[in-house]
Structure formats: structure tokens, C-alpha cells
């Protein structure tokens, strides 16, 4: 196939694209390389891909609509994985307008590219954020998510259903990827995992919000990106047992679907912090905060209807994952 995966510089986009080359998929990349967080990791993550003959980049932003549909016009992918977005629940605390003209603005561009092209299936990157409010655990794809608690869960919300008219006006395949907090080898510097590892490396207390009580369904990277792949490859289809007397918005009578791809294992913060403290032998000092806005207690992702339609469920335990991630972050993060 020929895909085009945005975000291709991105720490899950990286990671996509690596397998779709490796099993000989052509892929077009686009990404922004913007300067989030320092773009000099996004150019290393880029430089573990130009090896691959079947790769091609474009320097591009999906905010710009002229640039997406030319790129479309060109390049006439077959399928569209969209993993650009602006990414972080703080930040859409400070800068609103980065996560409208990406995460929405963006998103609708590559919907009409998908439209006007024929693409086959679009698959994008939501998030476990749009759970919000929600209260019940495992969070399931099933239950209702209309109540966002920060702008960026509320774009991811609206991608979803921006994805489902399409689906309904004009047959186009989409597929919504909620994933959970995602930690891993080339990871973002603003996520837990890099600011605690760093930061107890250079003895320098972290900050443990909401007094440590929290939990997260922590997810490592190769999970995230081998699922991602297997979504791809299955199409989404009608669901010929939908109602519309009571409709389940994990799917539709257009071809839509939505799935969670999480650990299935929610870990206690501290919990979390003492297996970085092991991977690096070395106790972290501990500055605990009250809750921050927008933010949630915990997350908790069901994946059986992952498990039922593509028969994938991630499996890497958190001692391993971490264990890669701090071999990476000693290593390579040293070149970044």
C-alpha cells in the first residue's frame, strides 16, 4: 500500500512508520517539525527512517489546506493514518488556538483529502482524555464521552465526530485510536516519563500532582504502534447490529469505528515512579502538588472489542517497558 502517516516525526509516528516500511509499505510522511518541544528530536526520529528507499517526507503543516490537497493530488495515497495533532492537556491550558488549527482545522483538511481522493480507510490518533469526566471503569468505547474536562480532549472528541459525518456523507472509512498514555524509547520530552527520568538523573525533585493518588493505564510505545498497524489493515464496516433507537458510539450503520488501545492495567503513580526509581538505581525527591486543571484521577482502557476485531491486545509490562525506555533514555537521548 501507500500510506500517508502526518505526525510522521512524532514519537507514535515514528514508531508507525517504521513497521509499515519494514514490511514494504510505501510511505509518505508529512510533519511540521515545530518547536513544541526541541525539533532536533523530531529531525533524529526522521533520521531513523531516511534509510528506507520506500520513504518519502514533506516538510508540510495539515493546517494548510492548499498544501494538504496538493499533497493529496499528488501523491494519491491509498490509506491516511493522521498522527499530527497538538498534543498535551496543560498546554491547551496556555495556548488554545495551537490545538484549533491542528487538531480541528488540520483534521478537517485531511478529511476533505480523504474525500476527494478515494483513500481506502482513515485511521487517526484520538485519545483516552475524551473520557473526561467519566467516572466507571474500564473506560469502554461504549459508554457516553460528552463531557471533556480541557480543550484538547474536547478536540479529540470533536475528530470523532467530524470522522463520523464523513463516514455518513460520503462512505468514507474511518477509524478513531483512543490511546493511552503512551511512554516508551523516543519519547515526547514533556510526558512523565521523560521529565521524572531526567529529573532524577540530574537530582532534581519531581512534581507528583494530586499528592501521588492517581493512576494511569500506561501503554508502551511498540503496543500503541502494532495495534495502530493492525487497525489499518481492517477496514471500517457498517455495523449491521447498530440501532438507532439506541445508538452505541463505539460504531454505526456508516463504516466508523472507535477503539481504546491501552495496557488494560492501571498503575499507581508512585507505583510508576518506583519502577523508574529501580530501572535507574537511584530514589527520586518528590515535590507533591494538588490536582491540576484538566486533568483526570484515572484512566482504564477495555480493549475487547480491540481484542474481538483485530485480535490485539498490548501485553508489555511496565518493568519492561521501563527498563527500554531508561536503556534508550542513557544511551541516545545522550545525541538528541
Same mark, same amino acid.
Request: aromatic content about 10%; charged content about 20%.
Given at each position: 500500500?501507500?500510506?500517508?502517516?502526518?505526525?510522521?516525526?512524532?514519537?507514535?509516528?515514528?514508531?508507525?512508520?517504521?513497521?509499515?516500511? /519494514?514490511?514494504?509499505?510505501?510511505?509518505?510522511?508529512?510533519?511540521?517539525? %515545530?518547536?513544541?518541544?526541541?525539533?532536533?528530536? +523530531?529531525?533524529?526520529?526522521?533520521?531513523?527512517?531516511?534509510?528506507?528507499?520506500?520513504? +518519502?517526507?514533506?516538510?508540510?503543516?495539515?493546517?494548510?489546506?492548499?498544501?494538504?490537497?496538493?499533497?493529496?493530488?499528488?501523491?494519491?495515497? @491509498?490509506?491516511?493514518?493522521?498522527?499530527?495533532?497538538?498534543?498535551?492537556?496543560?498546554?491547551?491550558?496556555?495556548?488554545?488556538?495551537?490545538?484549533?488549527?491542528?487538531?480541528?482545522?488540520?483534521?478537517? %483538511?485531511?478529511? =476533505?483529502?480523504?474525500?476527494? %481522493?478515494?483513500? =481506502?480507510?482513515?485511521?487517526?490518533?484520538?485519545?483516552?482524555?475524551?473520557?473526561?469526566?467519566?467516572?466507571? *471503569?474500564?473506560?469502554?468505547?461504549?459508554?457516553?464521552?460528552?463531557?471533556?474536562?480541557?480543550?484538547?480532549?474536547?478536540?479529540? +472528541?470533536?475528530?470523532?465526530?467530524?470522522?463520523?459525518?464523513?463516514?455518513?456523507?460520503?462512505g468514507l472509512p474511518t477509524t478513531g485510536l483512543r490511546y493511552f498514555t503512551v511512554y516508551g524509547p523516543w519519547g515526547r520530552p514533556d510526558m512523565s516519563p521523560w521529565l521524572f527520568t531526567s529529573a532524577?538523573? !540530574?537530582?532534581?525533585?519531581?512534581?507528583?500532582?494530586?499528592?501521588? /493518588?492517581?493512576?494511569?493505564?500506561?501503554?508502551?510505545?511498540?503496543?500503541?504502534? !502494532?495495534?495502530?498497524?493492525?487497525?489499518?489493515?481492517?477496514?471500517?464496516?457498517? @455495523?449491521?447490529?447498530?440501532?438507532?433507537?439506541?445508538?452505541?458510539?463505539?460504531?454505526?450503520?456508516?463504516?466508523?469505528?472507535?477503539?481504546?488501545?491501552? @495496557?488494560?492495567?492501571?498503575? !499507581?503513580?508512585?507505583?510508576?515512579?518506583?519502577?523508574?526509581?529501580?530501572?535507574?538505581?537511584?530514589?527520586?525527591?518528590?515535590?507533591?502538588?494538588? *490536582?491540576?486543571?484538566?486533568?483526570?484521577?484515572?484512566?482504564?482502557?477495555?480493549?475487547?472489542?480491540?481484542?474481538?476485531?483485530?485480535?490485539? =491486545?498490548? /501485553?508489555?509490562?511496565?518493568? =519492561?517497558?521501563?527498563?527500554?525506555?531508561?536503556?534508550?533514555?542513557?544511551?541516545? @537521548?545522550?545525541?538528541?
Open positions: 500500500m501507500k500510506v500517508l502517516v502526518t505526525g510522521a516525526a512524532g514519537f507514535i509516528g515514528m514508531h508507525v512508520v517504521l513497521i509499515l516500511l /519494514k514490511r514494504g509499505d510505501e510511505v509518505i510522511g508529512i510533519d511540521n517539525l %515545530n518547536d513544541y518541544y526541541d525539533p532536533n528530536l +523530531k529531525l533524529a526520529r526522521l533520521q531513523q527512517l531516511q534509510p528506507y528507499s520506500n520513504f +518519502k517526507f514533506i516538510h508540510g503543516d495539515i493546517a494548510d489546506s492548499q498544501a494538504v490537497e496538493a499533497l493529496f493530488s499528488a501523491e494519491k495515497p @491509498n490509506r491516511v493514518v493522521n498522527l499530527a495533532a497538538q498534543p498535551g492537556v496543560r498546554y491547551s491550558l496556555k495556548n488554545p488556538h495551537a490545538y484549533i488549527q491542528t487538531n480541528l482545522v488540520g483534521f478537517g %483538511n485531511l478529511l =476533505e483529502g480523504c474525500r476527494h %481522493n478515494g483513500v =481506502e480507510h482513515f485511521v487517526y490518533a484520538s485519545s483516552s482524555s475524551v473520557y473526561g469526566a467519566n467516572t466507571h *471503569m474500564p473506560f469502554s468505547v461504549h459508554d457516553n464521552v460528552d463531557h471533556p474536562v480541557s480543550l484538547y480532549a474536547a478536540s479529540k +472528541k470533536a475528530n470523532e465526530l467530524m470522522a463520523h459525518s464523513y463516514s455518513h456523507l460520503y532524577i538523573l !540530574e537530582d532534581r525533585p519531581i512534581d507528583v500532582f494530586n499528592m501521588g /493518588k492517581m493512576q494511569r493505564d500506561f501503554t508502551y510505545i511498540d503496543d500503541i504502534a !502494532e495495534g495502530t498497524v493492525r487497525v489499518l489493515d481492517k477496514v471500517a464496516a457498517p @455495523n449491521p447490529g447498530f440501532s438507532t433507537n439506541a445508538p452505541d458510539p463505539s460504531s454505526s450503520y456508516a463504516p466508523y469505528r472507535v477503539y481504546n488501545i491501552g @495496557n488494560h492495567t492501571p498503575v !499507581e503513580l508512585m507505583t510508576f515512579i518506583q519502577t523508574i526509581e529501580s530501572a535507574l538505581g537511584i530514589e527520586a525527591k518528590m515535590n507533591f502538588l494538588p *490536582m491540576q486543571n484538566g486533568d483526570v484521577v484515572a484512566t482504564y482502557a477495555d480493549v475487547e472489542d480491540l481484542k474481538r476485531d483485530v485480535g490485539f =491486545e498490548p /501485553k508489555t509490562s511496565l518493568a =519492561e517497558g521501563i527498563s527500554r525506555w531508561v536503556e534508550w533514555f542513557r544511551c541516545e @537521548n545522550l545525541h538528541v
